[in-house]
């Protein structure tokens, strides 16, 4: 009796703490955090955050990591390759399949080709991002790109996750012609070409027509630049509306749909809150929100919200994504939305906002002449459904507070752990 009564307030405290540091644990992998165990590993560990891999590596599971030590990444990163193809050439190294040691001693049939992001980014032709893994005489393993020597050799198993991720060690970077390719420099990137042949073009026309837009979109990609393009559908239905725009605001409304980052869609994901875009010059905020919705990413502004249904490229510096609607900035479409709905005659802060990069004092007048949330309502483009509007009324500010809503829905399902196995016992 006495017994019993020692041991369960013990385990009713301990319970929830394993409960507890379970659910901490529960967080996906970080390769980041594994390799940094591994001092010889660093320079692979560098160009993985470099390259943005260390993302979308952390974004899958059922993965194999193929690293190399710092003495063969030194003999790889001297031969002058852009970040771009580097990013390449690590990709192919990362295998969508879970090899551990076990699994790669006892292949069926003992040889197996496994996809890579090499080859799920879309950049590889062909299969030439499949790599061939085969059992070798005397319990060696062989790694090569499909149809190439098998010149790289299992050395050892670095970390396990099963299933979730192994990092492993191979003797030797795959060699392949294809990854390691020059890829096209920032500026001889044609933003407009890639829009137009993935369902952006009545976007990528308007911006055309706009040599200030264009040249900013332009200066702006070396530094890294993402793109909201609107799909051809909902920029069409705008035209009108764009079209009644001053030329200033027509400038400043198409920088607006552009930040001067590059985010992956991984780094989306992970990153609620608010940007600056193109158009964000002092006063003018000219600010988007990007707020997810589990495995949707939308974009919102006080006026409207909109979702990323696509992805056109991603290929550092440059992500361009298609949105199902047009994003309209407030600081725009604010004023507009008074006149709309009567033809009562056009307040005067329309004006106002009409200067292209206005004085200092502008967000501040025009605040005073903001409409009521209802009027918001106007100010939706005609290629809008009837939805989204009425509740995106409630500012851009929400976005800013889900940043830590991660951290804290953690807290919260720790705690529910802990009532419930109190409960239990
Ligand atoms: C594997 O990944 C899933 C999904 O991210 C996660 O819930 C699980 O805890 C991970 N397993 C391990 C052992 O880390
Ligand atoms: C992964 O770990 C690294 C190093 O500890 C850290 O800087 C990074 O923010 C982590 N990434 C994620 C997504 O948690
Ligand atoms: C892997 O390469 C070896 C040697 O070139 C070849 O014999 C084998 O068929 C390949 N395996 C697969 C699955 O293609
Ligand atoms: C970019 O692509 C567009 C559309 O495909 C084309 O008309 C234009 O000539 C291209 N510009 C350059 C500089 O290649
Ligand atoms: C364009 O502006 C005029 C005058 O301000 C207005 O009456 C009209 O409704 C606007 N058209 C669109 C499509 O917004």
Known sequence: MAKKNILQPTISYILPLLLLLLAVNSHAHNVTRLLANHPSFSSFNHFLTQTHLADEINRRTTITVCAVDNSVMSFLTSKG?????????????????????????????????????????????????????????????????????????????????????????????????????????????NLTGIMSAHGCKVFAETLLVNPGASKTYQDSLEGGMTVFCPGDDAMKGFLPKYKNLTAPKKEVFLEFLAVPTYYSMAMLKSNNGPMNTLATDGANKFELTVQNDGEQVTLKTRLNTVKIVDTLIDEQPLAIYATDKVLLPKELFKASAVEAPAPAPAPEDGDVADSPKPAKGKAKGKKKAAPSPDSFDESDSPAEGPDGVADDATADDAGAVRIVGGAKAGLVVSLLCLFASSWLL
Do not use: C, W
Not at 136 to 163: A, H, M, N, Q, T
């Open 81 to 189: 390759y852009s970040i771009s193809t580097l990013k390449n050439i690590i990709s192919l190294h990362v295998l969508l399949d879970y090899f551990g040691t076990k699994k790669l001693h006892q292949i069926r049939d003992g040889s197996a080709l496994a996809a890579t992001l090499f080859q799920a980014t879309g950049a590889a032709p062909g299969t030439t991002g499949f790599v061939n893994i085969t059992d070798l005489r005397g319990g060696k393993v062989g790694f090569g790109p499909d149809g190439g020597d098998l010149s790289s050799f299992f050395v050892k198993s670095i970390e396990e996750v099963p299933y979730n991720i192994s990092i492993i060690q191979i003797s030797k970077v795959l060699p392949s012609e294809t990854a390691a390719a020059p890829t096209p420099a920032p500026a001889e990137m």
